[in-house]
């Protein structure tokens, strides 16, 4: 098995910055790619970043040029740099780590850290 655990959520004024890090333990051979997803309140959880292995990344449309994804693979860490922060911003945001190993396929969650931007 894999854990994922986020860390760094919490509440700052619009046009503040945040920084999330997710620490990953347990069979770590099985991610190849890391990403954050968002969850806001009656809505779907959405794709927010992805970097993989090799430290290639993609960006939702809406947070492009304002966050930055990176990971350290060394320790197991994923990092979400989060600036020009908005209100529509606020939501839960999830740690993912994913890969496949042969045949199997994997797909690992993070319990979630909630972050919020006041206006």
Do not use: H
């Amino acid at each position: 098995q894999v854990q994922l655990v986020e860390s760094g959520g919490g509440l700052v004024q619009a046009g503040g910055s945040l920084r999330l890090s997710c620490a990953a333990s347990g069979i770590i051979f099985r991610i190849n790619t890391m990403g954050w997803y968002r969850q806001a309140p009656g809505k779907q959880r959405e794709l927010v970043a992805t970097i993989s292995s090799s430290g290639s990344a993609n960006y939702a449309d809406s947070v492009k040029g304002r966050f930055t994804i990176s990971r350290d693979n060394g320790r197991n860490r994923s990092y979400l740099q989060m600036n020009s922060l908005k209100p529509e911003d606020t939501a839960v945001y999830y740690c993912n780590g994913n890969g496949r190993v042969g045949v199997d396929a994997y797909d690992y969650w993070g319990q979630g850290a909630q972050v919020t931007v006041s206006s």
